[in-house]
């Protein structure tokens, strides 16, 4: 699978392992910084790998920041694309299963390298699981991107 992995500071070398890691189980990877720790704006490496995503340049994206949360926030404003904030292998495989989640988030100061790759393979060895219930949700979450969209009422 075509990847592309990005974060800001925080994220060096858990994103090193993690390159190491998904071109070990034959993925092809693209590096989209950062490469060192001099502070940066995670939003920027959101956009990036993002943007790969919708040019179809990648088939799928790992971002990384200190917790994951900020990213993954930059992540979802950008319309078409569906970011999973994930912990563990479960989080991780779920982001893919219910929600097609093409884009994953993790944070290098809560996960360590082997648990960021256990959740990481989760996501990609995940299947879509194709009932309604979960495409009905999905398309609502695209239908959110409309302008002045508010979705159904609960």
């Known amino acids: 699978m075509k990847l592309v992995i990005a974060g800001d500071h925080a994220s060096p070398a858990l994103k090193r392992s993690l390159i190491h890691h998904l071109r070990g189980r034959g993925h092809e990877v693209e590096d989209l910084g950062t490469d060192g720790e001099a502070s940066v704006d995670y939003p920027d490496y959101a956009a990036v790998a993002c943007k790969a995503v919708l040019d179809g340049r990648a088939e799928r994206a790992v971002l990384i920041c200190g917790t994951g949360i900020g990213i993954s926030i930059a992540a979802n404003k ?7 904030l994930a912990h563990s292998p479960d989080t991780g495989r779920l982001a893919w299963e219910h929600n097609r989640a093409q884009v994953l988030a993790i944070g290098a100061r809560v996960l360590d390298a082997t648990a960021a790759s256990a959740t ?8 879509a699981d194709e009932g309604p219930r979960h495409l009905n949700r999905i398309g609502k979450i695209a239908a959110l991107e409309t302008p002045c969209s508010t979705g159904s009422k609960a």
């Open 120 to 127: 990481v393979d989760a996501w990609l060895d995940a299947r």
């Open 78 to 84: 950008i319309a078409g694309i569906r970011c999973g």
